[in-house]
């Protein structure tokens, strides 16, 4: 798919799994807003394509999740309670994340 038949199959809510080839052709065309390194499943970033607002993170099987926010700020709160939550599975807690939510 291409980056804009990405951008249409996303609905709000929804994760959209997607390979690693369309996730490079996303990133060579939106704009970078956050990157952050989560030290568990990878990479965790925001991005701005055609004025949506795009989550972007690995799950536990190295597939790259994909799904919309409302806004820049939710997008942020976002991450920050993924970031929580994989510093707390660094810890040792034995949390899990569902990805697909």
């Not at 952050?36 to 925001?46: A, E, M, Q």
Request: with cysteine; aromatic share 6%; hydrophobic share 40%.
């Amino acid at each position: 798919m291409t980056p804009l038949e990405i951008l249409d199959g996303l609905v709000r809510g929804q994760v959209l799994m997607i390979t690693e080839q369309e996730l490079d052709n996303l990133l060579e065309e939106a704009k970078l807003i956050r990157q952050k390194d989560t030290f568990v499943s990878g990479l965790i970033r925001v991005l701005e394509y055609h004025g949506s607002i795009l989550i972007q993170e690995y799950t536990d099987r190295s597939e790259v999740a994909l799904r919309k926010a409302e806004s820049i700020e939710a997008a942020e709160k976002f991450v920050e309670d993924r970031l929580k939550v994989y510093e707390k599975m660094w810890d040792g807690c034995g949390c899990k994340i569902d990805y697909r939510k």
